[in-house]
Structure formats: C-alpha cells, structure tokens
C-alpha cells in the first residue's frame, strides 16, 4: 500500500509539472489551431528568391523537433547561409494552448499531419528555386517527421528512385526507434502494473506528437516496417551519448545493412570529450560540424573538427 500511494504521488507530480519536465512550456489542448503571425524563422532563412549555386544545387531544409520552432536553427543556419546554401525552416504541428488562446506550441501535433505540411513547405521550396531535390536536417522529432514524408507523402519515388524530392536526410538525435522519455515511459508502466491509470499520465506527460515517439508507437511501427531506409536517399545518423530525452540514445540509429547509404555516428566519434546533450545537437559546434561535412563531404577535408 505504501508503494501505490508514492507511485501515486508521482503521478500528481507528473500532471502538475510535466510541461516543465519536457520543455518549460504551458500544457497544450488537443485541438491544431490557426497559428499566429508572424511565424518564429532565423534571418536569412526562407527566402524564396534564393538562386541555389553550382557548388549547393539544392537548398537545405531544416525540420526542428518537439515544442520547438524555426528558431531552433540560430545557430546552425547562419552558418550553412555562410557556406553558401539556400536555407529553409518551416514551422510545424501547431496546436493550441489551453489556457491562452490564440498562442500555440509547435511541433506538437500529429505526426503524420506534421509530415503533410513540411511536404507543402518542401514543394513550395521546390518550385521557387527551380530545383529538383532538398537535402533535409531534422533534429529530435523533425528527423522522424522528415522520414514520415519521405516515406508516405511524395519526398520519395519507391519505382524511381532518381525522382525522389530529397536526396540526403541528416539527423540529430532523432527519435527514429522511439524514445522513453528519460525513462517516463517505464514510470507509466509501473503504474499500470500496480493497477494504478498509468494511460492517464501520457496526455499529461506527452503531448500527440510526443506520444507517438514512444518506443512502439503505432506511428513508429508503421514508419519502420519493411525497412528503415529508403533507396537513393543517403543518411547521416548523428547522436549523442549524452542524450537524455531521446532514450536510450541508440535507438536514434537506423538498422540497416547498407553501409554506403546509411552512416550512424556520434558525437563522441568524432569529439570524444563533447558533453553535448540532446538540445546541443542543435547548437553545440561538433554536431553542427557534422552536419555540414555530411551536406558536402568537402568541408571536412578543408575545416578541421572543433573538439
């Protein structure tokens, strides 16, 4: 008795905070609303008069993940602008805060309505910029979301492969396998073995789209079968050891024997001694190193890696 009321305890902890736990954000309703203008993006990113040059022929797309926006790219993208790329960063899975009205959290929604409106996004690039094919970063989520369209809405030609929209994926810390949570989701099954609602802390803890990163998500289940790579897409896997919201961080890899298109690294691979947790992915100079020496193999033979 004393273990189901402290287990039970937990669970009211986790209703009152576990929009503190996860990002720091209010809780959302379930309900996608109109987003407000004008959209969170970095300056120089979206700019759908950029002409992509000989050396980048094709733009960059930049997918953030969970409870995170275009913004998410501060760093990264001024950096790929330097270089030379056409940069995009749409903003996605829009939903709607209960308690405030007309304000959303993004990327929160579901995943495979999220995939739908990077495709739009990803057509619109397209056409602006005469190009043929993107390259695609997706951190957290976004990389789980790129694969979604890759796979379901149009970013890939199953019987042609030479027309498929993008040509590399590259992600940080995606939750390709699913996630834990830092272990929240083994908490939700202690209490269901102690006949305690542990179901009833995953709208709390979780939002749509945070429910379906759970390690075996029906939307995760259906995104892997028959395979976690699509044929003439090349991928760049990245994570850290240091992660602890995609967990355990492993699970980001994509299981595949094709070595010459699928390519799981770490951080530490290349910077043994980088402490970079799942949101310095995103801003932490050894992944973002990553990510440019796998969009031109080129940059890692003239930039040494910032360990």
């Known amino acids: 008795m004393a273990i189901r009321t402290r287990v039970a305890r937990i669970v009211g902890a986790l209703a009152a905070t576990s929009a503190v736990i996860l990002s720091g954000t209010p809780l959302a309703s379930a309900a996608p609303t109109a987003p407000p203008g004008p959209f969170p ?77 990077v495709g739009g996004f990803i057509d619109k690039v397209l056409a602006e910029t005469g190009s043929s094919q993107v390259d695609i970063v997706g951190h957290s989520q976004g990389g789980t979301v790129a694969r ?34 830092g272990g929240l989701q083994e908490l939700a099954k202690v209490v269901d073995s102690l006949g305690l609602p542990g179901d009833a802390i995953t709208p709390l803890t979780w939002n749509m789209a945070g429910a379906q990163q759970l390690v075996g998500s029906p939307v995760l289940v259906n995104l892997n079968a028959g395979g976690d790579a699509l044929p003439g897409v090349d991928y760049t896997v990245i994570a850290t050891r240091n992660d602890q919201i995609s967990t355990p961080p492993d699970l980001t890899f994509l299981r595949s024997g094709d ?15 980088a402490a970079t947790s799942h949101v310095g992915l995103v801003t932490d100079p050894a992944p973002n190193y990553m990510v440019l020496s796998a969009l031109d193999p080129e940059y890692a033979g003239t930039h040494a890696a910032p360990c």
């Open 148 to 181: 979604q369209y890759m796979k379901f809405d149009g970013g890939t030609d199953p019987v042609d492969p030479a027309r498929n929209k993008v040509h590399s994926l590259v992600t940080l810390g995606a939750t390709n396998h699913g996630t834990t949570f």
């Open 259 to 273: 070595t010459e298109s699928v390519h799981n690294v770490w951080v530490q691979d290349v910077c043994p001694a």
């Open 41 to 117: 993006f970095v300056e120089g990113t979206n700019d759908f008069g950029c002409v992509p040059s000989p050396e980048h022929p094709r733009p960059v797309v930049l997918v953030h993940g969970t409870k995170m926006d275009a913004t998410t790219w501060k760093v990264l993208a001024p950096q790929l602008i330097e270089q030379g790329y056409c940069v995009f960063a749409p903003n996605y899975g829009a939903v709607g805060l209960l308690f405030e009205p007309g304000k959303v959290v993004w990327g929160s929604g579901d995943i495979p309505e999220s995939a739908r409106e």
